[in-house]
């Protein structure tokens, strides 16, 4: 039902955009998140949207780099990543919340895409 895409190999310092395509029946009024989980980490909450767009939540190790949208007449969710550090690599995730906002528990979200590889060479 969430289908993950755009993940790579980059260097420090360059750019990716990851998508992520929904079922209309999973996500047209729902808040949908990017995750991402790095070796021997937790699941974290890296932005986050809510239905409509309008209100956006961003992890402090991301703001300014990173930009969350979605295209609800498309039912995608979108990544805009730049400004890339060693750090931001990780599997990242995107998943559709069970509100119409997101949240940072990963129990709050119902369905979860399989995840896209995201490596920053330094």
């Known amino acids: 039902q969430l289908q993950a895409s755009g993940g790579g190999l980059v260097q420090a310092g360059g750019s990716l955009r990851l998508s992520c395509a929904a079922s209309?029946?999973?996500?047209?009024?729902?808040?949908m998140g990017w995750f991402r989980q790095s070796s021997g980490k937790e699941r974290e909450l890296v932005a986050g949207i809510n239905w409509r767009g309008d209100s956006t939540y961003y992890a402090d190790s991301v703001k300014g780099r990173f930009t969350i949208s979605r295209n609800r007449d498309h039912n995608t969710l979108y990544l805009q990543m730049n400004n890339l550090r060693p750090e931001d690599t990780a599997v990242y995730y995107c998943?559709?919340?069970?509100?119409?906002?997101?949240?940072?528990?990963?129990?709050?979200?119902?369905?979860w895409g399989q995840g896209t590889l995201v490596t920053v060479s330094s």
């Open positions: 209309r029946r999973t996500n047209s009024n729902n808040g």
């Open positions: 998943a559709t919340a069970r509100s119409a906002t997101w949240a940072r528990a990963t129990s709050a979200y119902q369905y």
